[in-house]
């Protein structure tokens, strides 16, 4: 029984660990998706309204001025978004 106790003691910890490694991720990847829905979502708000915002639309591709990760500033998107899917999904796999 003691062992029992101190296996679903490491599992919960071994959990808790994860989750964190989580919450790292998905806040590392929320900011660029963050800038990008942002900056997109202003751009056609003012679009219409005949305001030239063309910066708007270099930070939605990646091209912050000094840094520009235009290159590949989509496929950091792609896979940051894919690295936070998949461990969430691990996550609720680990819970059911």
């Known amino acids: 029984m003691a ?3 101190q296996n679903k003691k490491i599992n919960e910890k071994v959990n808790s ?3 964190k490694i989580h919450r ?3 806040s590392i990847s929320a900011i660029p998706l963050l800038i990008t829905i942002v900056s997109g979502t202003i751009y056609s708000i003012l679009q219409p309204l005949g305001v030239d915002a063309f910066w708007l639309i270099k930070w939605h591709t990646g091209n912050f001025g000094i840094i520009n ?3 590949f500033y989509s496929i950091l998107l ?3 978004s894919i690295i936070s899917i998949i461990s969430g999904l691990r996550l609720l796999q680990k819970r059911t």
Do not use: A, F
């Open 17 to 19: 660990n994860k989750r």
């Open 24 to 26: 790292k991720i998905t």
């Open 69 to 71: 990760l235009q290159p």
């Open 78 to 80: 792609g896979i940051t």
């Open 3 to 5: 062992i029992h106790i």
